[in-house]
């Protein structure tokens, strides 16, 4: 029907160039490219099921972790075998910040999960979150998003501009938290939130902006890869 089809296996890790480093090299940032564009669908969807839980939106987010650890694997061990090969110093360089991103991708796709996991107590609990975090939330998404798609470009292309920009808002991200979670206090003390609101939404304050630290080092990662 029109359900969405996603390969288990790398598309772009072709054994047969490993004796062509720079090729080699350039089908892993393909590969890296893919993981992340699969763990920002893993951020959305699992961010949306705060408000509408789905249990069919649960079991996708589920296989897309499958697949996003499956290719962290992969590329991972295509390095190792790349590694075997004479490498010249950039090329070296290349390859030991390609592992660093490929985990710190892989990361991004744990919290979307531990973000789900939130979303399945908060919808099994009845749990609501006032009007106030709910803005809070809002405004510190809209900034990690945006950090996640300026760090899925950065693996395509080099960019001091977005560079700059992610690591602007990853601070902006730690102060909107310390705010949120200041707020959430004086929410709670003065009864205007529900008692089984605050750890989820404590929790996931945390997981936000955990994200947006991975974000930073993968923008931290393409500084070194050019030399900049």
Same mark, same amino acid.
């Given at each position: 029907?029109?359900?969405?089809?996603?390969?288990?296996?790398?598309?772009?890790?072709?054994?047969?160039?490993?004796?062509?480093?720079?090729? %080699?090299?350039?089908?892993?940032?393909?590969?890296?490219?893919?993981?992340?564009?699969? %763990?920002?669908? #893993? #951020?959305?969807?699992?961010?949306?099921?705060?408000?509408?839980?789905? !249990?069919?939106? $649960?079991?996708?987010?589920?296989?897309?972790? #499958?697949?996003?650890?499956?290719?962290?694997? &992969?590329?991972?061990?295509?390095?190792?075998?790349? +590694?075997?090969?004479?490498?010249?110093?950039? =090329?070296?360089?290349?390859? @030991?910040?390609?592992?660093?991103?490929?985990?710190?991708?892989?990361?991004?796709?744990?919290? %979307?999960?531990?973000?789900?996991?939130?979303? *399945?107590? !908060?919808?099994?609990?009845?749990?609501? @979150? +006032? &009007?106030? /975090?709910?803005?809070?939330? *809002?405004?510190?998404?809209?900034?990690? @998003?945006?950090?996640?798609? #300026?760090?899925?470009?950065?693996?395509?292309? +080099?960019?001091?501009?977005?560079? =700059?920009?992610?690591?602007?808002?990853?601070?902006?991200?730690?102060?909107?938290?310390?705010? %949120?979670?200041?707020?959430?206090?004086?929410?709670?003390?003065?009864?205007?939130?529900?008692?089984?609101?605050?750890?989820? @939404?404590?929790?996931?304050?945390? &997981?936000?902006?955990?994200? +947006?630290?991975?974000?930073?080092?993968?923008? $931290?990662?393409?500084?070194?890869?050019? /030399? &900049?």
């Amino acid at each position: 029907g029109t359900e969405e089809t996603l390969p288990l296996t790398p598309e772009y890790l072709d054994e047969r160039r490993l004796n062509e480093p720079e090729i %080699a090299l350039d089908c892993v940032r393909k590969e890296l490219e893919r993981e992340m564009t699969l %763990a920002e669908k #893993m #951020m959305v969807e699992s961010t949306g099921l705060l408000d509408r839980y789905d !249990k069919g939106k $649960d079991r996708n987010i589920g296989y897309i972790e #499958m697949v996003v650890d499956h290719l962290r694997r &992969q590329i991972v061990r295509y390095l190792w075998k790349l +590694s075997y090969r004479e490498l010249t110093e950039p =090329r070296t360089r290349r390859l @030991f910040l390609y592992t660093a991103m490929a985990d710190d991708i892989e990361r991004i796709g744990d919290h %979307a999960v531990n973000i789900l996991d939130l979303a *399945r107590t !908060k919808h099994y609990r009845g749990v609501q @979150f +006032s &009007q106030g /975090g709910e803005k809070e939330l *809002r405004d510190i998404g809209r900034l990690v @998003f945006d950090n996640l798609y #300026m760090a899925r470009l950065l693996l395509d292309r +080099s960019d001091l501009e977005l560079v =700059r920009r992610i690591t602007d808002q990853e601070e902006e991200v730690d102060i909107k938290t310390r705010e %949120a979670r200041e707020n959430h206090l004086t929410r709670f003390y003065n009864r205007i939130c529900q008692d089984e609101a605050g750890p989820i @939404f404590i929790e996931y304050l945390v &997981q936000l902006e955990r994200v +947006s630290d991975h974000c930073q080092n993968i923008a $931290d990662y393409t500084v070194d890869l050019n /030399g &900049q």
